[in-house]
């Protein structure tokens, strides 16, 4: 059976409707909606409430800032004149989205990554080659290696080819391990309390990549506390590392000085010198599509 609103409860519908409408950005919105103007005035609580994450996501600057519901807002839909509400993701939310999903298929591609995949016919990196294969011979976690310091192009592949080496390594038990630099950087400040166990962790494990190094926005507690300390452990305990960067070491001293701070920054590259071999690797962006 329907049931059939009393009249007081109407005029008292049609009256916060009509206060409503009095807001320039309310009227906007259930113009642009398609349906009775009575459905409309049963919504109008809910209408109101769009109208108001609507504003926040205009005037947003980023998620860090969002007043909503996590990067997400509350939008009407039309449906068989009818209104139903759906969350959308904010222009900033669908950024965080697409990263996090092209995240996911790197990290993927990564632990997948076979040097029967690598293209060995391009002559330039024909030494690269040769030294990841000399490498594999004859690494054992009990003597001392060098481990690489790789640089070139953005998608050159760089990292795919570290992580080829350490998948078949881990075949062999080795423990690896491949860290993207920037993200661990943020990681650690969100996660202050796991800070000891991480380092303890980077600074022992048999094989480690600090990926991308020298993307990260440079700091003294980066460059001196996190990245100076995990090299001079290695250094101490023998233990393999590896590096991909934009930047060859010259060039990455000079990020890492910050323009000021050439001493602290020297200190640092002359750890990673002794610590790898320093290798091009040239070659065209492979994840243009990306």
């Known amino acids: 059976m329907k049931v059939v609103a009393s009249n007081e409860i109407m005029d008292a519908i049609d009256k916060n409707y ?26 109008t609580s809910k209408l109101q409430d769009s109208v108001a994450e609507l504003i926040n996501c205009k005037n947003c600057k980023g998620l ?7 990067g997400y807002v509350c939008c009407p839909k039309v449906y068989n004149n009818s209104i139903t509400f759906e969350y959308i993701p904010c222009k900033y939310k669908k950024e965080q989205i697409e990263k996090e999903n092209n995240k996911m298929t790197r990290e993927k ?23 990841v294969v000399d490498f594999i011979k004859k690494y054992d976690t009990t003597t001392k290696h060098k481990g690489l310091y790789l ?31 920037p993200t661990l950087l943020r990681d650690l400040k969100a996660n202050f309390d796991e800070l000891e166990s991480t380092m303890a962790y980077l ?6 990549l600090l990926d991308d190094i020298g993307a990260e926005k440079v700091s003294e507690w980066s460059r001196d506390e996190i990245l100076g300390t995990i090299l001079q452990s290695r250094m101490n305990n023998y233990k ?13 001293e000079d990020k890492l000085s910050n323009k000021t701070d050439k ?19 040239k070659g065209e962006n492979r994840r243009k599509d990306i």
């Open 18 to 43: 009509q206060e409503a409408l009095k807001d320039t950005n309310f009227k906007k919105l259930v113009d642009s909606l398609k349906v009775d103007e009575e459905v409309k005035k049963y919504n």
């Open 64 to 70: 860090n800032c969002c007043k909503n519901r996590d």
């Open 109 to 131: 591609e990564l632990e997948l990554a076979n040097l029967d995949d690598v293209d060995k016919t391009i002559k330039c990196r024909l030494p690269l080659m040769k030294w």
């Open 151 to 181: 640089h070139g192009p953005f998608g050159s592949g760089k990292s795919y080819i570290i992580a080829a080496v350490f998948n078949k390594l881990k075949e062999n038990g080795v423990r690896t391990e491949i860290v993207y630099f």
């Open 203 to 208: 600074e022992n494990v048999d094989l480690l």
């Open 240 to 252: 393999t590392t590896f590096f991909t960067s934009n930047y060859t070491i010259d060039e990455l």
């Open 263 to 281: 001493v602290a920054a020297a200190r640092v590259v002359e750890r990673i010198k002794v610590l790898t071999d320093d290798i091009e690797l």
